[in-house]
């Protein structure tokens, strides 16, 4: 009877436990998205876009901080196809980050099924392809982190929330745009501007005297875009993941890659008002608009079009060091550990990285630090996972900027897990940059003109750098950032200016240690797509 007794209660609380480990598992989501050609006019013309779900843009990913996101791709394209996930760390996975250093390109007609979790995440990111230059024609999309109910944000309650993805767009096709580069030619200016794949029709609609939070992202190839709005301001309170000091603005300059997320108050008479992006640093500025409207309005804007004032953000050499020092952020963690002191913590490495346009076998080609990069076709994370020769050499790229005549190559730099690493991204070249990095956050805490040396550090600031993923450095200038390297797996720091890209200015971290452990790396996915050298493995 005491045995019975017994069994009963151990068949009792292994079933509580059951329940409380299946309750205390964070939520999925699933998706399922076929990714097709399609037609679409976005500046009038008709062309072949990429559309996910039959939606151009792509649809969002509206989830909260670590869900677990299953997204089945199924590519009904004609070519090889990846997306990924812009700003999504992948802890301790870079199997699911979706690059051609990480992963198998999905072949035409099949599909594979990325499953990650948005761990201790919050903020505005995307998604976009990363094969070829599919993201010239669509692909992209939206990924909004909110905070979990009993997390606070750190700024006031808002009304609601409007997503904008702007851009600039090619009328030309992807396959038009990658014969151009192919052959030798830079990318013209771009036809246009787009506000949520449309062209000056785009409509946010709001109550006069409520605030709106916009979350607004640049998913362009090429060009940096000024954001305003007529007669509002913007409260500024999140980069990237990581909440901002809550400045006002009355424009803000976004570079390709990057997101930003602003309170809007509607103030004004009940009319409505542009919502402008223009273009920074071209000639002619190309400007797009869409419309805010306040409810219950039947008056159009009155023109001219807003012009966007002589200050912006992260614009002069001279007001740069102002925005750095007051742009203080923290993570948007769900459990703050306090202030991370990066300032006091040894730098155990420094990468400066040096960008140029160059000629290579008399073809048009992009390099860091004397290496044009070039996919090879067995995923790096693959040759490293099953050791497999012949595919990729560590530091065989220098860490300083070299002499030696620019060449093709698989550029890799082996770092250390936990390594704190100094990079310094040199722009050799007369236009702007924008730099991502996969994985990883860094803190950006110094730029100015000319040439970087270790007597500009003490221009650093070492207290409350903002923390973002991508960051832009000015024509003939510098930028640097520090980072701590806590993500184990191989990662993409890649340039932002697509045809660049795609012509070589890319390279990648690996991100080791000798410890072979689901607590600092994952397994390798059932599901991994074999290829190259791997492919009967």
Not at 61 to 80: G, R, S
Request: proline content about 6%; hydrophobic content about 40%; glycine content about 8%.
């Amino acid at each position: 009877m005491k045995q019975v007794i017994f069994l009963q209660v151990l068949l009792g609380i292994l079933c509580c436990f059951s329940i409380f480990c299946a309750n205390a598992e964070d939520p999925y989501r699933y998706y399922t998205w076929a990714v097709t050609y399609g037609t679409r006019a976005p500046l009038g013309v008709y062309q072949r876009v990429i559309l996910i779900n039959n939606q151009f843009p792509g649809p969002p990913i509206e989830a909260v901080t670590n869900d677990n996101i299953i997204v089945n791709v199924i590519n009904q394209l004609d070519e090889p196809f990846l997306i990924t996930w812009h700003g999504i760390k992948q802890r301790k996975a870079s199997w699911q980050d979706g690059v051609l250093g990480t992963n198998c390109p999905i072949p035409p007609h099949s599909n594979w099924t990325y499953k990650f979790q948005l761990k201790d995440q919050i903020g505005t990111y995307m998604y976009y392809p990363s094969t070829s230059m599919h993201r010239a024609i669509g692909g992209f999309g939206a990924v909004n982190v909110n905070q979990r109910s009993v997390i606070s944000i750190p700024y006031p309650a808002f009304a609601g929330d409007f997503t904008l993805l702007i851009g600039d767009w090619y009328k030309a096709g992807d396959k038009a745009l990658r014969k151009r580069l192919n052959s030798g030619l830079v990318l013209p200016l771009p036809d246009g501007l787009l506000i949520n794949g449309l062209h000056k029709s785009s409509v946010f609609t709001g109550q006069k005297g409520k605030t709106y939070r916009f979350r607004i992202t640049n998913v362009g190839i090429s060009t940096s875009l000024n954001f305003r709005i007529q007669g509002h301001s913007l409260i500024l309170v999140e980069v990237e993941g990581s909440h901002s000091l809550q400045e006002v603005y009355e424009s803000i300059d976004i570079h390709p890659g990057q997101s930003i997320t602003a309170l809007v108050t509607l103030r004004g008479a009940i009319k409505d008002y542009y919502i402008v992006a223009s273009t920074r640093f071209t000639k002619p500025i190309l400007t797009t608009t869409g419309i805010l409207r306040y409810q219950g309005s039947h008056t159009p804007p009155s023109l001219p079009l807003p012009i966007a004032p002589t200050y912006h953000v992260h614009w002069s050499m001279k007001q740069a060091r102002t925005i750095r020092l007051n742009l203080t952020a923290n993570a948007a963690r769900p459990n703050p550990q306090g202030t991370f002191h990066y300032g006091q913590i040894n730098i155990v490495r420094r990468l400066v990285l040096a960008n140029a346009k160059v000629k290579i076998n008399g073809k048009l080609r992009y390099t860091v630090n004397g290496i044009s990069y070039v996919d090879p076709t067995t995923p790096l994370k693959l040759a490293d996972w099953f050791n497999i020769p012949g595919v990729f050499s560590l530091n065989n790229i220098k860490d300083l900027p070299t002499s030696r005549p620019p060449a093709l190559g698989v550029s890799v730099f082996g770092l250390t897990l936990h390594d704190f690493v100094e990079i310094v991204f040199q722009n050799t070249e007369p236009t702007i940059q924008s730099w991502h990095l996969d994985g990883s956050s860094f803190y950006v805490v110094g730029y100015g003109g000319g040439k970087w040396t270790t007597a500009l550090k003490k221009r650093y600031n070492l207290v409350d750098a903002i923390s973002r993923h991508t960051v832009q450095v000015y024509p003939n200038s510098w930028t640097a950032v520090l980072v701590s390297l806590d993500n184990k797996g191989m990662w993409n720091l890649r340039s932002q200016i697509w045809s660049d890209r795609f012509l070589g200015k890319q390279t990648y971290l690996r991100v080791w240690n000798d410890e072979k452990s689901l607590y600092t790396e994952t397994d390798i996915p059932p599901n991994a797509l074999r290829c190259g050298k791997a492919i009967h493995l």
